[in-house]
């Protein structure tokens, strides 16, 4: 279960210090690798398998998007469909339509706002003192803000000029709600990774199940969903059983899906994923390749399964 967030041709300056983004010609050669050994399959059939033991196709893939950036629609829609791939895309609900931007898109706009500025770094090392944070360097600094400091981004970027909602306004880096409809209408398949993009394993309990339920209503509601599927943000790591029996069974989500690598889940219903999106960018086959040596090798000390209190 590979998945990615986006793929561009240009350089995304509120993507490129956080992680590496394949440009269309090496996402396509991944599709061919891939396609080559392994069969794709939608949400549905992996619904049906995991829910109804349904066999899979021997040797199966199954491709996802989390984020839900504009490029899902431009750019990698038009490549899957010419190529017969279903793929599920995981929103947001805060940010469909440009209305919010990620904290951690915040930091890389600043980032590459910031890096060639000598005055800077002293905005930023008094912010982060009046925020009681430590400073290091403008880039280590910004990329160590969390979710819950995001204010600190908002303060930085109305002192330094880089306005978020411009940019927004200006570039939308998110899907819009036509281009979601325009989506499904032609097959591909949507669920929520939150409302606003948390780390779960920092929130209480409650919360957690709030940023999922509420996401996953918003996009039912306005999508007319008739199944429910999610994504977490960043890491389910620290995240409780207690958390999978009230979305899996009492709010009746289908799959949820973490991105830990290839590993084993001892709760039925929750999958694991691994990122193509190295920051050593590898071809699929190579990173397919390590995916099964590091499975093999937990395997060997039993970390291969995930276990959960
Ligand atoms: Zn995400």
Redesign the pocket.
């Known amino acids: 279960m590979p998945f990615y ?1 986006t793929v561009s041709d240009d350089e995304l300056p509120h993507i490129q210090h956080l992680y590496h983004v394949r440009n269309s010609r090496l996402f396509i050669k991944d599709l061919e690798y891939i396609l080559k050994h392994y069969r794709p399959v939608d949400l549905h059939q992996l619904t049906e398998h995991i829910e109804g033991d349904k066999l899979l196709p021997e040797k199966s893939f199954f491709l996802s998007f ?2 839900g950036l504009s490029e899902c629609y431009s750019i990698i829609a038009p490549i899957l469909k010419q190529k017969g791939i279903p793929a599920t895309f995981f929103l947001n609900s805060d940010f469909v339509d440009n209305k919010g931007l990620m904290f951690r898109y915040k930091s890389s706009l600043l980032i590459s706002h910031l890096q060639k500025s000598e005055s800077a770094e002293k905005l930023l090392r008094h912010k982060f003192k009046e925020h009681k944070l430590p400073f290091r360097n403008t880039k280590e600094s910004l990329l160590s803000v969390r979710w819950n400091q995001e204010t600190l981004l908002d303060e930085i970027g109305e002192e330094c000029g880089m306005d978020f909602d411009n940019f927004l306004k200006e570039k939308k880096p998110y899907l819009t709600t036509p281009q979601i409809v325009e989506m499904i209408s032609d097959g591909f398949t949507f669920g929520s ?1 939150s409302q606003n ?1 948390p780390t779960y394993n920092k929130l209480s309990p409650d919360k957690q199940i709030e940023q999922t339920v509420l996401s996953q209503e918003f996009l039912c509601k306005n999508f007319g969903l008739d199944y429910k599927a999610f994504a977490f ?2 890491t389910d790591s620290g995240v409780s059983a207690a958390f999978f029996e009230r979305i899996l069974k009492d709010e009746n989500f289908q799959l949820t899906f973490g991105g830990a690598g290839l590993k084993n889940e001892k709760i039925k219903g929750q999958l694991q994923r691994f990122g193509m999106e190295k920051e050593s960018p590898q071809d699929a086959k190579q990173q397919i390749h390590s995916e099964y040596c590091y499975y093999l090798i937990k395997s060997i000390f039993g970390k291969n399964v995930i276990r959960r209190d």
Do not use: T
């Open positions: 967030h989390d984020d990774h993009h943000p960043f």
